[in-house]
């Protein structure tokens, strides 16, 4: 165990973990969004910024406490810092990055971006977003067992967002277009792959490389 200093105040802590997290314990507040994604890549919000004695501005994700470290996780730079911090974030996006729904969705979509799109009546920029990761919205919204539902924030409140509806709902538009949302396809590998099942991952996969037409339009 060391003894670290938070705005003032002795703490205990363990070696080995971050500020971040001895914070939390402490009940001292920091405020941040930072998390890890899908891919278990780190991501840095830059809200957590701290002032470090002798060391200036830190992210409390990433700093390893140490004995004698002091540390202030409020002033006027740091208020003025973090906003400037979220309005970069807020900048080019819709939500948090990993929202219970999408952290719940086993394809990883994009919910909060798409149903953004949705409310400002942006259909084809929802299909967009949706056709990133998921190439059958037609289907999928109809037989989704709505993973992403449960775990909507919007429960806390009254009654979860019908996501599963809402995705339905743009594909169908998306289908009675003149011509339906095509993403851009990569560069052929030449390569043969076995798929097997025909579920809902074993169609993705195979719709991937492919995409069969029926009377012009996606299938």
Known sequence: MIQIVINGKFRIAEAGQTLLDVA??????IPSLCGLNRSGEKIACDLCVVEVEGEGNRRACELEVYEGLNVNTHSE?????????L????????????????????AGVDIQSY??????N?????????????????????????FCESEC???????????????????????SAYESYVPPKKAAKEQRIAII?????????????VKRRLSGRCV
């Open 197 to 209: 099942g025909s579920g809902p991952g074993g169609l993705t996969a195979g719709v991937l490389p």
């Open 24 to 29: 939390k314990v402490c009940g001292e507040e």
């Open 87 to 106: 309005n970069r974030i807020m900048s080019d996006h819709y939500a948090d990055c990993e929202a219970p729904c999408k952290t719940a969705c086993p």
């Open 122 to 146: 942006d259909i084809p920029k929802a299909i967009e977003v949706i056709k990133r990761t998921l190439p059958m919205p037609l289907s999928i919204g109809r037989v989704c067992p709505a």
């Open 115 to 120: 149903l953004y799109h949705i409310a400002q």
């Open 153 to 175: 924030r919007r429960s806390l409140v009254d009654y979860a967002i019908a996501i599963r509806q809402l995705k339905r709902h743009a594909a169908d538009i998306d289908l």
């Open 77 to 85: 730079a740091l208020a003025s810092h973090r906003r400037d911090a």
